[in-house]
């Protein structure tokens, strides 16, 4: 049961991005795809606090719990663009459905690679010592 904690910082995260979706603000930065970065840093740290959960508290294969982290991700980029659909000056969009995807996809290597690095071992060894 202690292991949903490992969950607690994609759930606070997650709330954040759909709170700040609820905003009808309007960037006034007019760089080439600049809302596309956006939604691809934003969801890479909610891919990467995903695959932070999955990966400490199931005792999956790597490929089940990628596949969860990945799966979950996109649900949760396809709930926030319909959110944003039912938000006057906001609106659904597949560009950034594809970029909520990918920087899903790019949390969660980079949760992978750094939970190989020597560092990233003892933390998580030390994580899934205090969650049991």
Partial sequence: MRKILFF????LYYGLIFFLSSRSLRSQVDIL???KVVHLLEFALLGFFLAFGYFLSLKSSIATKS???VISGMLLGGLDELHQYFVPTR???AMDFVADS???????????FLSRTGRGKLLTENLLKTGR
Avoid: Q, R, W
Avoid at 8 to 11: E, K, L, R, S, T
């Fill in 91 to 93: 609106s659904l969009e």
């Fill in 33 to 35: 795809f600049f809302d």
């Fill in 8 to 11: 607690v910082p994609a759930i």
């Fill in 67 to 69: 596949y969860l982290t």
């Fill in 102 to 112: 990918i920087g899903v996809l790019a949390g969660l290597l980079i949760y992978f």
